[in-house]
């Protein structure tokens, strides 16, 4: 982290994970893996209501595997997004990022995926937020080349013809706070295209395969009671999906209507 003035500052970001793993069940399953991660990003304040934020980084992997062969994966990133506070209560957020992803033989995918929020306090005790924007996700080297028994006579098969996942998302929500309580109440929704999902092939193996059109949308309810200041904190919370696969019309697997946690 360096601090250049009172309006410029930046940070720097290295790291490097490995892991080793083995698994015994119908086979032996190991997989070693090399991460590797850097990102540097810059805080430009250039008035005392706007402050923008740009940056890029990048990730390396590479997986050793006898269930999934040996992928590399390389993704770079670019990303900016401005924040503005010269209106009284509100706070409005827009910005963009880049994203470049190569998974092993499969063909590099690149995306532009932007966003936009605000942030409005109607009175010291209740605020509003809402949020709109873009997403990206490529397919994990688990995803497209995991080819192993699972028991029972069925597999997981590879698919290295699957493909990146992009969607389009909105929520909105209320925060109320009293004097140890909050409540906080939210509405979301997804429209994903080429949405990533394990499935069940004709003859019984579960495979990796892309919906075309799905949607989750829902609504959820937390709140949180601070019982001993800064000892003890209760909370619950209830959540509830509606998940679908719109070009089938029929409900999405592996996703519970109701959820309280």
Request: hydrophobic content about 35%; aromatic content about 16%; proline content about 3%.
């Amino acid at each position: 982290h360096h601090h250049f003035n009172d309006d410029v500052t930046s940070e720097f970001k290295a790291s490097y994970y490995r892991t080793k793993f083995t698994g015994y069940g119908l086979e032996i399953t190991t997989s070693t893996a090399d991460l590797l991660r850097g990102e540097a990003l810059v805080n430009y304040k250039t008035s005392n209501e706007f402050l923008m934020t740009g940056g890029m980084e990048f990730s390396y992997a590479n997986v050793a595997s006898n269930i999934f062969k040996n992928p590399t994966f390389f993704g770079g990133a670019g990303y900016a997004q401005a924040e503005y506070k010269g209106i009284p209560d509100l706070i409005l957020t827009a910005g963009f990022r880049y994203d470049y992803i190569k998974l092993d033989t499969t063909s590099g995918k690149n995306a532009v995926t932007p966003r936009a929020g605000l942030n409005y306090k109607f009175t010291k005790d209740l605020i509003l937020r809402a949020s709109v924007g873009t997403g990206f996700r490529a397919p994990t080297p688990s995803e497209v080349f995991t080819s192993t028994a699972i028991g029972g006579g069925v597999s997981v098969i590879e698919n290295p013809n699957l493909t990146y996942e992009t969607s389009f998302s909105f929520e909105f929500g209320l925060h109320y706070m009293m004097k140890d309580i909050s409540l906080d109440a939210a509405f979301y929704q997804t429209d994903y295209n080429n949405f990533i999902e394990p499935n069940l092939t004709k003859e019984g193996n579960i495979q990796f395969l892309n919906i075309s059109k799905a949607r989750i949308q829902g609504l959820e309810l937390v709140s949180y009671w601070n019982i001993l200041p800064s000892m003890l904190t209760f909370s619950v919370g209830y959540n509830y999906m509606w998940s679908r696969d719109i070009e089938k019309n029929k409900s999405m697997k592996y996703r519970p209507r109701n959820t309280v946690y």
